[in-house]
């Protein structure tokens, strides 16, 4: 993409993207606290997703869009069970455990794992600054993780979780990176989400969610609401809207720009966890949180502009992120290749 001045507008849409999916991690909390287990939530958002973006791929590219050849249905299927699926469900699992805004930071470590498979097995120039990157985030994590809020160590499953999270949603990143070179991305995003619903359909048990538990009253903020008004939200304003702004966003600037201003999801999650959640970290943490949100933009800088710029094409509404968290759910090219911003 060419160099050029950003209009106020795009800047506006990606701040609003890393503010719903960061703030979307204190939902996701609220649902799961609530009764709905981390399956059952992630195939409601998966079905959401999949629902609002065969909607729009409907007016975005009707023929094309609904169909696949066999390899790319193999493609698609891989992105869904791996970075859709599994991505969602860790991210899910995982801050049942511990604090969202850790589960967010861990996860975004994916951007390092891509810098170093880039690296290693596509054979890509990387910047030097990733292996300080790498340092970064290994002395920021390892400051967070030594001691919790309370004093006591982070949950060592909750961790290991998020960790795994981490792994998908790097391969999530790969994946779609290379798919929507070929297909509309949001095709990719209506099949990839397609696929990640069929499974958690049939594993989730959502059919045993009783209908007194969607209509149980939560607390959002000292306002009392059903269960199914958060859960409506995480699949909605928490994955679709996001990923629409985020693509909006990327039609004016580069991915790695993008990136950047993604990584403002971290503070997002941390800010509204604590207002919300009451989860409040120690000072040391905080300075560790620093570290590693320092290492994160380094990394995601760290791929050679040849490497990391795509091709800008039509946008086709839901995205395949410049690196957006787990909650994350869809995928977003500055066009119809390219480097991604993470769900919760």
């Not at 070179?181 to 959502?206: C, Q, Y």
Request: a positive charge; charged letters at 10%.
């Amino acid at each position: 993409m060419p160099s050029r001045h950003v209009p106020i507008h795009a800047l506006l849409a990606a701040f609003a993207a890393a503010f719903l999916f960061g703030s979307n991690g204190s939902v996701v909390k609220v649902v799961t606290d609530s009764g709905i287990t981390p399956e059952q939530l992630t195939f409601f958002r998966c079905l959401a997703t999949t629902v609002c973006a065969g909607v729009a791929l409907l007016f975005v590219d009707p023929g094309k869009g609904f169909r696949l050849s066999l390899r790319e249905t193999g493609q698609t299927i891989a992105l869904g069970l791996i970075g859709i699926a599994c991505v969602q469900w860790f991210y899910a699992s995982a801050i049942t455990l511990i604090p969202v805004g850790i589960v967010l930071l861990i996860e975004y470590t994916a951007v390092l794992m891509v810098a170093v498979v880039a690296r290693f097995v596509f054979k890509e120039a990387v910047k030097p600054r990733l292996w300080g990157a790498i340092a970064l985030v290994l002395v920021g994590l390892t400051i967070v993780a030594a001691q919790g809020s309370d004093g006591a160590a982070l949950n060592p499953i909750g961790a290991l979780l998020a960790f795994a999270g981490a792994v998908c949603y790097a391969a999530y990143f790969l994946l779609a990176e290379r798919q929507v070179s070929t297909r509309n991305p949001m095709s990719v995003t209506f099949w990839s989400m397609l696929w990640a619903s069929l499974i958690w359909g049939v594993f989730s048990s959502w059919w045993a969610i009783e209908p007194s538990t969607l209509t149980a009253s939560v607390s959002t903020g000292g306002i009392t609401v059903p269960v199914w008004v958060p859960l409506l939200w995480a699949g909605t304003m928490g994955s679709f809207l996001p990923f629409l702004l985020s693509y909006t966003a990327l039609r004016y600037m580069s991915a790695t720009s993008a990136g950047i201003i993604a990584s403002s999801e971290i503070i997002w999650a941390f800010g509204v966890a604590w207002a919300w959640l009451g989860q409040a970290l120690s000072i040391v943490q905080l300075m560790g949180v620093a570290v590693v949100a320092t290492g994160i933009v380094l990394a995601q800088t760290a791929r050679s502009s040849r490497a990391s710029d795509v091709t800008s094409t039509s946008p086709a509404t839901v995205p395949i992120p410049v690196i957006r968290p787990p909650e994350q759910t869809s995928v977003t090219p500055r066009g119809n290749t390219g480097e991604h911003t993470p769900r919760a």
